[in-house]
């Protein structure tokens, strides 16, 4: 059974762009409110422009927590509720590796990453818990289960913890109608590409997986139905680069 959207709300961080940008156009056209978070005013008000329905901005650096409570203390003001929140806030840095991570640059990664996420879940599960019903899909990675230098230490690590988190949702909020998904994607053609110290060829990212894949993924895990939680839903490339690799076929 396809659960019905319309008119529910959507609050979703990193929305400005990639991911975040096109699973806020996707459940716009199936009529959801959307509020679309992050820290550029002008790419949300991109987002806006190509959005369907009504849709509010809200910029917020998610890391920041006293910001993460004003957002939503608003939303609770002028909405009442939150339906869904779909976290796609993330970043990554250049100088990853062990022997070159600076600690500040370590510090806004788990700040981001795993922090700002927290600082989200936990300023909507009151809304969730007063009308029993709510989702929360955490945008995680593939790194988010399997180690890789590749991805970064600090990358790595977050992800790993958000995993973890969002699976403590579940046990704490099961019987109150709450479910929350780990997203973990393999490699997606998204801008956070730009962070890696190995630049990637355009042909290279044309066999990733695209924010249009990851905005279908996030449609269909929004249109499950309250009695079914999807824990964890991994989703990569076909051509996968690390098995790629494994296969002697091409380089990472």
Known sequence: MIRNLEKKVVWITGAGSGIGQDAAIKLSKLGMKVILSGRNKNSLQDTQERCKTNTIVKPVDVSKKSDVKAIVYEIKKEIGHVDILVN????????????????????????????????????????????????????SSWSGNH?????????????????????????????????????????????????????????????????????????????????????????SPTWHRRYIADLGIEKL
């Open 88 to 139: 796609c806030a993330g970043i990554n840095i250049l100088k990853r590796d062990w022997d070159n991570i600076d600690e500040n640059e370590w510090d806004q990664v788990i700040q981001t990453n795993i922090n700002g996420l927290f600082y989200c879940c936990k300023a909507v599960i009151p809304l969730m818990k007063e009308k029993k019903d709510g989702l929360i899909i955490n945008v």
């Open 147 to 235: 180690v890789s230098l590749l991805s970064g230490v600090s990358y790595t690590s977050s992800k790993h913890a958000l995993n973890a988190m969002t699976e403590t949702i579940n046990m704490k909020y099961c019987n109150l109608g709450i479910r929350a998904t780990a997203l973990c994607p393999g490699e997606v053609a998204t801008a956070i590409l730009d962070k890696r110290p190995k630049k990637l060829s355009k042909e290279q990212k044309n066999k990733m997986l695209q924010p249009d894949d990851l905005g279908q993924t996030i449609v269909f895990l929004c249109q499950m139905p309250k009695h079914v939680c999807i824990n964890e839903l991994t989703i």
